[in-house]
């Protein structure tokens, strides 16, 4: 499953969101999954949750997020509590909206009640989830790899 997912990415040439699950080799899946996550705050990382949203009926993965459980001075300023992202070929059909409410669901239970999600200006499909998942635009900054990136927050 997660061979045909990657095979996805890499076809259709889009940006690896959220990078938590493209950081290490899934075919040694043991590896994978215990290197998933993080635990405890190490470097500029920060401990964070990693779901995956998953179509049972066809046994198929559309999408994953990365919920970041609290920011530090790096991610105040990008990159914000959550990463997320679907599959290229699953795309347009409300994943992306769903994905996002769910992660919000997790951000609840984390405690966390002012949310800070964060897209590339230029990504008018993550804006449109991000708004329709509440997501109020505070401002627009140059990120560390000369993006414009949006900043939303929401309130829960």
């Not at 997660?2 to 040439?13: F, I, S």
């Not at 969101?17 to 994978?32: C, G, L, M, T, V």
């Not at 109020?136 to 927050?153: D, F």
Request: proline residues 2%.
């Amino acid at each position: 499953m997660l061979a045909e997912w990657r095979a996805d990415w890499e076809t259709n040439g889009t940006n690896h969101s959220p990078w938590a699950i493209f950081k290490n080799d899934y075919r040694d899946f043991d590896f994978y999954l215990a290197h998933l996550e993080h635990q405890t705050a190490e470097g500029d990382k920060v401990p964070d949750s990693v779901f995956f949203l998953l179509d049972v009926d066809r046994n198929r993965l559309l999408g994953a997020v990365n919920i970041r459980h609290y920011l530090n001075d790096f991610l105040l300023r990008e990159g914000g509590h959550i990463g997320d992202g679907v599959r290229p070929t699953e795309r347009g059909k409300g994943y992306g909206t769903e994905l996002l409410r769910l992660a919000l669901l997790e951000c609840r239970k984390l405690g966390i009640d002012k949310v800070l999600i964060t897209c590339d200006k230029d990504n008018l499909a993550s804006a449109k989830c991000i708004q329709k998942n509440g997501g109020v635009l505070e401002n627009e900054i140059v990120n560390s790899e000369g993006v414009v990136e949006q900043r939303y927050w929401i309130t829960l």
